[in-house]
């Protein structure tokens, strides 16, 4: 999955009533089976801060 689409689902799982948010959580809320991609984005992914500031 693309960055973009996972920090997509970041916001929306932060955004959302859950009553705690945390990558399991949100990863179920959007329907991803594990919090992988969403710790990739993260704890380990490289961001080129002047394009995410776009």
Do not use: F
């Not at 705690?20 to 992914?45: F, M, S, Y």
Request: hydrophobic letters at 40%; aromatic letters at 4%; glycine letters at 10%.
């Amino acid at each position: 999955m693309e960055p973009r689409r996972r920090a997509e689902d970041l916001v929306l799982g932060l955004a959302s009533d859950l009553p705690i948010k945390n990558c399991w959580t949100i990863a179920e809320h959007v329907g991803a089976a594990r919090p992988d991609g969403l710790q990739h984005l993260l704890g380990k992914a490289v961001w080129d801060h002047d394009r995410g500031a776009r």
